[in-house]
């Protein structure tokens, strides 16, 4: 089983940055893609990014792309969301999740493992 918790979530003005963290307990983090995914209220969770075990690959949603970047620390078991340019729209709770033994996937269902979240606001 993995645990994985979210942090550095917080209250940002538009044009300001944040950076999320995921640390996922256990020794075998390297063996989980890794994906970044947020729900707005109101509104189905959507995709936002994802890397690969060897953080070779990522894929961005069209929303984020330019703006997002996730990258990982394997030594650290950790997986980051570094948000640039942050705008009102991208006001959510952010969610990390693990996918074992395979690659980048932009589907939820994909993914075993969840965090339980971190709120990011972006007001105007």
């Known amino acids: 089983q993995v645990q994985l918790v979210e942090s550095g979530g917080g209250l940002v003005q538009a044009g300001g940055s944040l950076r999320l963290s995921c640390a996922a307990s256990?020794?075998?983090?390297?063996?989980?893609?890794m994906g970044w995914f947020r729900q707005a209220p109101g509104k189905e969770r959507e995709f936002v990014a994802t890397?690969?075990?060897?953080?070779?690959?990522?894929l961005y949603a069209d929303s984020v792309k330019g703006r997002f970047t996730i990258s990982r620390d394997n030594n650290k078991n950790t997986v980051y969301l570094q948000m640039n340019s942050l705008k009102p729209e991208d006001t959510a709770v952010y969610y990390c999740?693990?996918?074992?033994?395979?690659?980048?996937?932009?589907?939820?269902?994909?993914?075993?493992?969840w965090g339980q979240g971190t709120q990011v606001t972006v007001s105007s």
């Open positions: 999740a693990g996918r074992i033994g395979a690659g980048v996937s932009m589907q939820g269902r994909g993914y075993e493992y």
């Open positions: 890397i690969s075990r060897s953080g070779s690959t990522t």
């Open positions: 256990g020794r075998t983090f390297s063996g989980y893609a």
